[in-house]
C-alpha cells in the first residue's frame, strides 16, 4: 500500500459537507491541513476502522475498513508509521504483523470491553476444562489472549475460521453473543466465553419491531455481535464491511444499520440517495480518537503501541494463522 495522494482541503470539504455544516469546518480544516503534511513528513498512514467519525473517515485516512481489512492492510503498507484510528487491540494487531515499523494511537484509553472481558490465564484455564479443543479468538481480545490461542478470527471471516480447523468442537472467545450467532451457521459445536460487545449487546429484538412499525418497508442489517435475538429479526447480518457491501450492492431504500453510530454516517456519504434511519449506539472507545488527538499523535509520535517480546511470536503466530484461511 502506497501514501495516499492527499485531496486539496475544498475537495475534503465536499466529501463530507452532508454532515459537517459549512460553519463547523473551519473547526476541522487546520487540523486535517496539518495531518497531510505529518503524514507526509512522518512517512505514516493512518488506517480508520469504519467507526471512526466521517472528518477523520473521509478526510485523513488512507485505508478505512473492517477489522479484517485493517489486519490485511497493516501487512501491506510501505509506510515507516501506522497510525491506527481505532482501538488499542486494532493497533496492537497491527504492531504484531509489522513489528519493525511505529504503530501508534491517538488515545491509550481507547479499549474496549470484549478485549476486556478476559484474559491469559482464563484461556490456560480453558485449555485445562478443554483438553485438545482448538481455541478460536475475535481479534477484540489483548495479545495476551491472542498468545494463548491457536487462531484468530474477525466478525467478517468467524465461519471460515471455525470450519478451516476440520474438527467437530472449538472454543471460540471473548464474544458470547458472535460465537451462538456462527454456531448457528456450522455444525461444528462452539464453547462461548460471556464476554459482549457494551455497544451491541443494548439492542433488543423490541427495538427491531419498533423500527419496523415507524419506518415500513426498512431494511434491518445487524453486527453479529448482537444478540441472536437480535440478529434472528434483522433481514442480513454482516462484519462492518459486510454491511456496506450489502448496501452498495442492494441499495435499499430505507435501511437501519443496527452498530455503532458512524457507521451510518461513513456509509451514507456514499449513498445520499438512500434513507439511513439512525438508532445507533455509541462506542465510547472509538469516540476517543479524534483530529486533534491524531495530529498531536503525530506531532509527539505518541502514544506508541509495543507488545512484549514473551507474548509477539505466539500472539503474531494466531493473526498470521487467520490471515492464511482462504
Ligand atoms: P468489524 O469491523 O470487524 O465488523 O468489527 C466491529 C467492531 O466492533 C470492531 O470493534
Ligand atoms: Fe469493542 Fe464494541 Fe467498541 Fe467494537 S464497538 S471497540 S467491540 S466495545
Redesign the pocket.
Known sequence: MSLMESMPLPALYARIRHHVPAIEWPAYAGDIDAILRLKRERHAVILAHN?QTPEIFHTVADIVGDSLALAREAVNTDADVILLAG?HFMAETAKLLNPEKTVLIADTRAG???AESITGADVRLLRERYPGVPIVTYV?SSAEVKAESDICCTSGNAKKVVESLGVPKVIMLPDEYLAQNIAKQTKVEIVAWKGH????ERFTPGDIAELRKSYPGVTVLAHP?CPPEVVAVADFTGSTAGMIDYVGKNKPARVALIT?CSMSDNVAVAHPELEFVRPCNL?P??KRTTLPKIRHALETMTYEVTVPDHLAARARASVERMLAVK
Open positions: 467507526y482501538v474496549c470491553s470484549l477484540n460487545c457494551e455497544v451491541h455481535e455503532e462506542c472507545h472509538m
